[in-house]
């Protein structure tokens, strides 16, 4: 599994794929992405220490992920990037963390000392959509609320269930309310929600202008950050 790559436009940044101990929620009904973890820390921190290295500092930005939120990973992985981004002159870090964590962001935030931007996994807009098929445990009042704790959404398009309307409604919502936010579209995993191919073929044309789109990060492939398998 590659854990190191460059993100070469838009934002351009280093990005880290490190290993953490199981994620706390875990519900979500489309994600077998969760099953890169071990309870066993020092094996993930051994693992996160040599991914780590090879970071350079080259484009001042960073963004660190895992298979959950940013709190799950070793305290000693969390220290060895607060030292390399000193060491490094990073100015600015890319995390995520789930709804669950969102009173103890602020608290991250301080521990690193630099610019954050902070993404979360809401997948979509439509409370509905999101919580009785995806089960995301997303149960904010309003966008207003959302925004109070988070930076950045990252949205996931082409399920099963969704529709042209949901996701016209989501991509314009993410435009209008967020300075950053993320696309993904729905590749077919080991769980039994399924990928919708129509649907993404219509997004696929009606939506290829997200490519220019300076605010935001479109993966067509959920390798297309160049970490993963």
């Known amino acids: 599994m ?8 838009k934002t351009k940044r280093e990005i880290v794929l490190l290993k953490g101990r199981p994620c706390a929620y875990g519900k979500c009904s489309f994600c077998d992405y969760i099953e890169d973890n071990s309870k066993d820390m020092i094996l993930n921190h051994r693992i996160n220490e040599s991914v780590l290295l090879n970071i350079t500092g080259k ?8 298979s959950g939120n940013i709190f799950e990973l070793p305290k000693k992985t ?6 390399i981004i000193e060491q490094k002159n990073i100015h600015t870090l890319f995390f995520e963390a789930h709804w ?5 962001i602020n608290e991250m935030r ?5 610019k954050t931007i902070v993404k979360t996994g809401l ?12 089960n995301k445990g997303f149960f904010h009042e309003d966008i207003k609320e959302l925004k109070k704790y988070y930076d950045s959404v990252c ?20 435009m209008e309310n967020f300075d950053h936010f993320t696309v993904n579209v729905f590749v077919n995993n080991t769980t039994r929600i399924e990928a919708d191919e129509n649907l993404i073929s219509w997004f696929q044309k009606e939506y290829q202008w997200l490519e220019n789109e300076q605010k935001c990060d479109v993966l067509w492939s959920n390798t297309d950050f160049g970490v993963g398998d």
Do not use: C, P, W
Request: net charge neutral; hydrophobic share 40%.
């Open 59 to 66: 484009y001042g930005v960073l963004e660190v992920i895992n």
């Open 123 to 134: 997948e979509s807009f439509h409370q509905e959509f999101r919580e009785e098929t995806l």
């Open 2 to 9: 590659n854990r190191y790559s460059e993100i070469k436009n």
């Open 155 to 174: 949205l996931m398009v082409g399920i099963k269930g969704q529709d042209r309307k949901m996701i016209e409604e989501d991509i314009r919502l993410a």
């Open 78 to 83: 969390l220290k060895m990037i607060k030292d």
């Open 100 to 104: 669950m964590y969102r009173k103890k």
């Open 110 to 114: 301080q521990f690193f000392e630099i």
